[in-house]
């Protein structure tokens, strides 16, 4: 059953099961092929470890989400303490048009009401599929930056990137694809990436429990 907190924003109701703190593990799982003049027959490197990791969506009265998660690697044979791995940040939303009372560009007030805030209103926005449109934005403190377009529909959500921006100095990094499902009360996750010359592939997997 999903609860939708008090004073949520309308436009957020559709993403309301993603809304509090979630921890647990995953396995990290890619696949980077040989060079093009390795030796006939050169296997692929394979990575392949175990993570923790702990991710946060909130809200603070505005029609958008809050994204931030940290992970860290699961010790493995003489380690007896888990190694700080990486973090996001970011935040999600439904995708529409912004118009006059929208807060923007910049901090630029919007005039008039603000516009989708109830649930007759929100229903307008409603895709073809039945689900929402949304967009989610995710920076990465590696020289990465992700812009996903996707959709909400009941408890899934699936994205793919629709831009990526890669500081200089950042590792090869050209696409990726999310789904987030929400089963047995667990948020469950799965994320391919196309990065260091390899195609689109699997990349890694979590299943979290809600904490807070």
């Known amino acids: ?4 907190p008090t004073g949520l924003p309308a436009e957020l109701v559709p993403l309301s099961w993603l809304i509090g703190v979630w921890e647990g593990t995953g396995v990290i799982d890619y696949a980077i092929d040989p060079p093009a003049d390795a030796e006939e027959g050169t296997e692929p490197t394979r990575v392949s470890r175990e993570f923790g990791q702990r991710i946060s969506f909130s809200h603070d009265g505005l029609p958008f989400l809050n994204y931030s998660s940290s992970s860290w690697l699961l010790p493995v044979g003489d380690e007896t303490e888990p190694t700080p791995l ?10 529409r ?30 895709n073809a599929a039945e689900g929402f449109d949304i967009e989610v934005a995710i920076v990465h403190p590696t020289g990465v930056s992700e812009l996903y377009l996707g959709q909400v529909k009941g408890p899934r959500i699936d994205l793919a990137t629709d831009a990526v921006v890669r500081t200089r100095s950042a590792k090869e990094y050209a696409a990726a694809t999310r789904l987030y499902g929400l089963v047995d009360n667990h948020l469950l996750w799965a994320w391919d990436i196309a990065a260091l010359g390899q195609d689109l592939r699997t990349h890694a997997s979590a299943r979290l429990a809600k904490v807070d």
Do not use: C, K
């Not at 990486?86 to 939303?93: L, N």
């Open 86 to 95: 990486t973090a996001e940040t970011g935040y999600w939303r439904l995708s």
């Open 97 to 126: 048009l912004h118009i006059e009372g929208d807060a923007g560009p910049g901090m630029l007030p919007g005039e008039g009401p603000r516009p989708f805030n109830t649930a007759q209103s929100v229903e307008t926005l409603r």
């Open 1 to 4: 059953m999903i609860e939708i």
